[in-house]
Every structure is written in structure tokens, then in C-alpha cells.
T-cell receptor, first 113, second 116 residues
Framework: ELKVEQNPLFLSMQEGKNYTIYCNYS?????LYWYRQDPGKSLESLFV?????AVKQEGRLMASLDTKARLSTLHITAAVHDLSATYFC?????????????FGKGTKLSVKP | DSGVTQTPKHLITATGQRVTLRCSPR?????VYWYQQSLDQGLQFLIQ???????AKGNILERFSAQQFPDLHSELNLSSLELGDSALYFC???????????????FGPGTRLTVL
């Protein structure tokens, strides 16, 4: 069974602190995606990680991919309130003509002053 | 704005009814995906179409069906609705090469379905 497991599921942080969200997946596909969702809104694409060792950074967020460990991380540096949202990692399944995303349960991040 | 449009934004209906959700992909994208987001099930893949043909099926109920038209817009039909079908339904689109989904998926704003 294809699985994507995120932890933690809930994260309450103080502004200025650092933290990491972990995403484990169960297959050998090398494509991993991170999305952000604000309450009641759509999913916004943050990062696309395509190969082992890939690292991408945007502002206070940095994502990395270790395909051997089947692990991706989303690191938050010096958190600010605007980062409060739910973050999903998603793993692309493909084989033949399939290409759908399997999502983790999401990490609800709350950044407090 | 992802470039993917969905209508309607909100839909309130009664149990047993049938509804149609509509999605227009980003210009140039051939593939459309439908996802359901609910509190208890999370985000689940329902079905994928590529250039008018069904390509993959996920956890889609038999009461649900979809199609993609020649102009590439897609419709998701939900029938014999139950209370548990209340959810956010997202459409996503992606560009393709040889029919495989190598590119990231861009999500529409979603349709919030409430079944009373």
C-alpha cells in the first residue's frame, strides 16, 4: 500500500524559532511535492523535489529529499506568523500512465508571537 | 492564481440528489485530476483524465463519475448523494509528456459541497 506519513501533525511554534516537518513515503519514486493550504483555501505549490539530494529554498522554508531513506524534510527558519497554515507533502505515484499524488495527512502549523 | 478554474464555489444540496462539478485546466495542460478533501479522510485522489481518456482511478465511489471533454474541461458527477459526501472537491491540472505526469499539479480553488 502506498503511504505518505507526516509528522508532526500539529505544530505550535513561537516566532523566531526553527523547526522541521518530516515526510516519509513508501515507494521508490523520486518525486516529492510540498504544498501549503490556508484554511478553506486551495493548495499552493511550494516545492518540487525531483532527485536524491535535492534541496530547495524559498524565504524561510527549505525542503530536501533523501530518496534512499524515502524521507523529505521541510525546515522552517525563524518562523513568522504568516507561515501559519497546513503543509502537505505529496508523493507522485507513476507507473504506466498513472501520475496521481498521494498526500500525507498534513502538518497544521501555528506560529505565535 | 493557479490558472485552474472550478465552478461552482459552493454547492448545498440534499441527500439522494445529483450534482455536477466543473473544472477548466490551465491553458495547455492535458491532464486533469480530481481530489476529495474531508476531515476524516484527508486529501484523496479520485480520478485522472488525460486528453479525454481516463488514465487512473483512485478511491472513487461507483456513485461518482467523471469525464473530460474535447476542449479539455472536466466534469465530476456525484449521484445519490449521502451526508458523508460533504467535502471540498479539488481539480488539478498538469502538463504532460508522453502521457506521464512528470510535472507538478496545480490546484483549482475547489468546490465546497454540503449535503444536508
Amino acid at each position: 500500500e502506498l503511504k505518505v506519513e507526516q509528522n508532526p501533525l500539529f505544530l505550535s511554534m513561537q516566532e523566531g524559532k526553527n523547526y522541521t516537518i518530516y515526510c516519509n513515503y513508501s515507494t521508490t519514486s523520486d518525486r516529492l511535492y510540498w504544498y501549503r493550504q490556508d484554511p478553506g483555501k486551495s493548495l499552493e505549490s511550494l516545492f518540487v523535489l525531483l532527485s536524491n539530494g535535492a534541496v530547495k529554498q524559498e524565504g524561510r522554508l527549505m525542503a530536501s529529499l533523501d530518496t534512499k531513506a524515502r524521507l523529505s524534510t521541510l525546515h522552517i527558519t525563524a518562523a513568522v506568523h504568516d507561515l501559519s497554515a497546513t503543509y502537505f507533502c505529496a508523493h507522485l505515484t507513476y507507473g504506466g500512465s498513472q501520475g496521481n499524488l498521494i498526500f500525507g495527512k498534513g502538518t497544521k502549523l501555528s506560529v505565535k508571537p | 492564481d493557479s490558472g485552474v478554474t472550478q465552478t461552482p464555489k459552493h454547492l448545498i444540496t440534499a441527500t439522494g440528489q445529483r450534482v455536477t462539478l466543473r473544472c477548466s485546466p490551465r491553458s495547455g495542460d492535458l491532464s486533469v485530476y480530481w481530489y476529495q478533501q474531508s476531515l476524516d479522510q484527508g486529501l484523496q485522489f479520485l480520478i485522472q483524465y488525460y486528453n479525454g481518456e481516463e488514465r487512473a482511478k483512485g478511491n472513487i465511489l461507483e456513485r461518482f463519475s467523471a469525464q473530460q471533454f474535447p476542449d479539455l474541461h472536466s466534469e465530476l458527477n456525484l449521484s445519490s448523494l449521502e451526508l458523508g459526501d460533504s467535502a471540498l472537491y479539488f481539480c488539478a491540472s498538469s502538463g504532460h509528456s508522453s502521457g506521464l505526469s512528470y510535472n507538478e499539479q496545480f490546484f483549482g480553488p475547489g468546490t465546497r459541497l454540503t449535503v444536508l
